[in-house]
């Protein structure tokens, strides 16, 4: 019996040992980002523009637990509009998705064919000014001018291993700076909760830095190479309300 008892122990031991491994190793930190798109039924740019007016300061930490910022987000020449969250967990979107407030939201007559994608945040993306939680923000609604949000989803045809994955991310993380694009706030960097489709979103201080930066050889030699399928690169405003959320990212 003593016998049994030294060897159940050393097994839990070693048990919790590959437990707390797994946690270090873990490629992803636990920041979290939601992004949302609607779009308008029966409401005009202004009627919207008041509404997201009324409801921007529900969207603050104190009354969403867990929510670190929001982007009000708009891309009127495709008629799409939404939000970039971010979350301190993956848990505490999912009692976002659950509340009283989002089942508001959804329900709104004029408000239409909603998606919702959930991403989870690669360690080392703070390197690349990406993590909410770090960056400088602000909450004058002039720092909102000329702010525009790059959100990219790419498929690989052959997926990288977790270890190779993580030295891609710490390599280039901070190539994505101020200083190799001017203009460009920080990026984070993003994988799908089922790890099929990874991405960035990223914030620049205006639409033509983001254009500058879609022709740099740092991106066409990304979108070129043959085990990437990007098919998404879309652009957006940010709206001015966004600075009542936590506040905007600022260089």
Known sequence: MKKLLII????????????SNEVKTSIYSDETVLIVNYKLENM?????????????PNFTSENIPGLLGKSFIGDIDRGVFGGVY????????????????WKGVVAHPNLVNFKTDIFKTFKGTELANGLHSMRKTSSDVSDTEGLHILVVNYTNEVN???EDMSKQVMEYAPVFSNDNFPGMIGKTMINSTDGNVYGGVYYFTSRSAIDDYLLSELWTGFEGDSNTNVYKKDVY?????STISNGVPVL
């Not at 405003?237 to 309300?241: R, T």
């Open 8 to 19: 159940a122990s050393v097994l839990f031991v070693f048990s919790c040992k590959n437990t």
């Open 160 to 162: 990288p291993s977790a």
């Open 237 to 241: 405003m940010v709206a001015p309300i």
């Open 44 to 56: 005009n740019l202004e009627e919207h523009a008041e509404l997201g007016s009324a409801v921007a």
């Open 86 to 101: 971010y979350f301190s967990s993956e848990e505490s979107v999912d009692v976002y998705l659950e509340s009283e407030l």
